[in-house]
T-cell receptor
Framework: AQTVTQSQPEMSVQEAETVTLSCTYD???????LFWYKQPPSRQMILVIR??????QNATENRFSVNFQKAAKSFSLKISDSQLGDAAMYFC?????????FGQGTRLTINP | DAEITQSPRHKITETGRQVTLACHQT?????MFWYRQDLGHGLRLIHY???????NKGEVSDGYSVSRSNTEDLPLTLESAASSQTSVYFC????????????FGPGTRLTVT
């Protein structure tokens, strides 16, 4: 069974600094997708970034980038120039076909 | 704009009652999903549907049922609510599988007393 682990229940960072959220997953598949979702206090789930496992190049979306290490089954999210609006729960998720499996989440606090 | 809505946003019910949570999407997506979110577990898949008349069990389906009579709606029913079903419930939809983005509704907070 696929599992996703986020080992950091909480993280904090100073505004304008860089922070990295960790995620590891377990799978025997070679073709899959990985996602980071953001959940602000409004509870809305917002897609931050997506990575296809067959692509070696790390995905980037503006201030958000990932470090995808397929052999190590690691998928970390780097947030550069952190902003107050980045404060939220962040969930890593694995998907193959219909099944989307989430990690337990990391609560990110931004200190002004 | 297309959207996905859930109702009610908050619900309090008593143990043993039947409860139905509504999910409606205007994306015209074939694929719809129900998740529950609990502290320490992230989101877990309850049921999902690939299209009209299609329903499938997810990871935590016991005590829940769904039906899909049209493309837009996937209601989630708790046949006999239990305190263990107190949670936040999210509905989602996607145009395809695998790498397609799932769009989430705003969630329903259900409390079973």
């Amino acid at each position: 069974a696929q599992t996703v682990t986020q080992s950091q229940p909480e993280m904090s960072v100073q505004e304008a600094e860089t922070v990295t959220l960790s995620c590891t997953y377990d799978t025997s598949e070679s073709d899959y997708y990985l996602f980071w979702y953001k959940q602000p206090p409004s509870r809305q789930m917002i897609l931050v970034i997506r990575q296809e496992a067959y692509k070696q190049q790390n995905a980037t979306e503006n201030r958000f980038s990932v470090n995808f290490q397929k052999a190590a089954k690691s998928f970390s999210l780097k947030i550069s120039d952190s902003q107050l609006g980045d404060a939220a729960m962040y969930f890593c998720a694995y998907r193959r076909a219909q099944k989307l499996v989430f990690g337990q989440g990391t609560r990110l606090t931004i200190n002004p | 704009d297309a959207e996905i809505t859930q109702s009610p946003r908050h619900k309090i019910t008593e143990t043993g009652r039947q409860v139905t949570l509504a999910c409606h999407q205007t994306w015209n997506h074939n694929n719809m999903f129900w998740y529950r979110q609990d502290l320490g577990h992230g989101l877990r898949l309850i049921h999902y549907s690939y299209g009209v008349q299609d329903t499938n069990k997810g990871e935590v389906s016991d005590g829940y049922s769904v039906s899909r009579s049209n493309t837009e709606d996937l209601p989630l029913t708790l046949e006999s609510a239990a305190s263990s079903q107190t949670s936040v419930y999210f509905c989602a939809s996607s145009a395809g599988l695998a790498g397609y983005e799932q769009y989430f509704g705003p969630g329903t907070r259900l409390t079973v007393t």
